[in-house]
């Protein structure tokens, strides 16, 4: 009874740290048209409750795409972006619903999979396609609302993804999947937290026969313009050609995507735009892990434990380091090394010593391959140590693990 306390308490601390972030005010417009020389033209205003923010022009590598992104977060966590195939991929925020659950899928949250898109696919199909292998994860618990997502390639096809109770919905190649803001496309009964979401909506799409050229898809976003848009941006998709404003500025920069990404991996900052002092890409990545567990077993009686363990990442899905472990008469101190199959199974082994003797471990449980803040995981776990006679604790075994 104990150890369930431990682990409630745990869980509370974790859940109220992340809960009392500031929630992200989101009230964007997103539109696509096709203008005077047919090309595909996508038109944005990103709304927030934070200025500044960075725009990104990351090179091809592994077979990956090339792209341009816009994000406040991360490279890892872009708002929008454009790649080198002429796909568009942009969210805006809308009210919670219940996204599908799916434990067995690697775990992404929400904003993630907008670079993990642009990466991968060329057009819409190959987008759509890209969704259902992944847990996808919102909600301000983790720092970001509820989003939808608005996908557009060079040749005109669009659709907009919603995960709304419990299914993911797809409204594709018709009138209703070329303007979104903040309310659900396909279920609007729902309602907006933004007031203006449906006026937006309506000037939007009323005005989108008139868009004809850069300008007019600008004149088009001022109209829809909110004291708190931060940038408003215009992608040519087929020229590969990107025009950014930064908040009320009356100066459009324009990007060559294909020029851009000649120069190699860079950025600016937006608040400073900089054109000659370029922001140094460098790709997100965490090596190190922080791991508290606690457990519960048997060794002639009931005996709960505490553990701490740091690992670094060696090969893709290995990790190894050490374990201190605090059972009820005695501690534990050793190396493991982990190892995660089919994306959420976890198989590790651990040469330790108890107190005075040596021993093995070996655990086996779940642990999906998981990018919200704190990952849990749950399995299986058997020590032996080796005295005389042979003594085995078999446990069940659970906490959370923190990247770095």
């Known amino acids: 009874m104990k150890m369930v306390k431990r682990i409630f308490i745990f869980i509370l601390i974790i859940f109220t740290f992340f809960l009392i972030f500031p929630k992200e005010i989101f009230a964007c417009t997103i539109f696509y048209t096709i203008d005077k020389k047919g090309h595909i033209l996508v038109g944005r205003n ?13 090179t091809s590598r592994d077979g990956l795409h090339g792209m341009v992104i816009l994000e406040q977060l991360g490279t890892n966590m872009p708002y929008e972006g454009m790649n080198d195939a002429g796909l568009f991929i942009g969210i805006s925020a809308v009210p919670n ?23 991968r696919a060329k057009t819409v199909d190959e987008a759509l396609n890209i969704f259902p292998k992944y847990y996808v994860v919102f ?18 096809n669009s659709a907009i993804l919603e995960y709304i109770d419990g299914k993911m919905v797809v409204i594709k190649n018709n009138t209703d999947s070329k303007v979104m803001t903040n309310h659900f496309i396909s279920k609007p009964e729902l309602g907006s937290d933004s007031k203006t979401s449906f ?11 008139n868009v004809n050229s850069v300008d007019d898809a600008y004149d088009l976003l001022r109209k829809v313009n909110q004291k708190t848009t931060v940038w408003s941006t215009v992608y040519n998709l087929n020229e590969q050609k990107i025009y950014l404003r930064y908040k009320n500025f009356s100066f459009v920069f324009d990007f060559n995507l294909k020029e851009e990404l000649s ?22 990545k965490n090596n190190f892990t922080l791991r508290i567990h606690f457990g519960s077993g ?22 190894y380091g050490i374990e201190m ?8 101190i050793g190396v493991v090394f982990e190892k995660r199959y089919f994306e959420w199974l976890h198989l590790s082994m651990g040469i330790m010593r108890y107190s005075e003797n040596m021993g093995i ?36 075994n659970t906490g959370f693990n923190f990247e770095f």
Request: glycine share 6%; proline share 7%; no cysteine.
């Open 139 to 156: 909600g301000t618990f983790l720092g970001n609302p509820m989003v939808h997502y608005m996908i557009v390639d060079k040749e005109g």
């Open 46 to 58: 990103f709304d927030n409750d934070r200025d500044g923010g960075r725009i990104w022009f990351i």
């Open 199 to 209: 006026e937006r909506y309506e000037i939007t799409k009323e005005s989108l026969n």
């Open 298 to 319: 048997y060794i002639e009686e009931k005996n709960d434990y505490f553990g701490v363990s740091f690992l670094i990442s060696s090969l893709k899905d290995k990790k």
């Open 97 to 119: 619903t219940m996204p599908p659950l799916s434990p067995f899928k690697p775990i992404r949250i929400s904003l993630e999979m907008v670079k993990i898109v642009l990466e």
């Open 325 to 332: 472990i605090k059972f009820k008469d005695f501690v534990g």
């Open 263 to 284: 120069k190699g991996s860079h950025g600016y900052d937006l608040s400073l735009m900089n054109l000659e002092n370029p922001l140094t890409y460098k790709e997100s």
């Open 361 to 396: 471990n070996f655990k086996f449980g779940w642990e999906p391959d998981n990018h919200i803040p704190f990952k849990p995981f749950l399995a299986l776990r058997q020590d032996f140590i080796l005295e005389n006679p042979i003594k085995t604790i078999f446990s069940i």
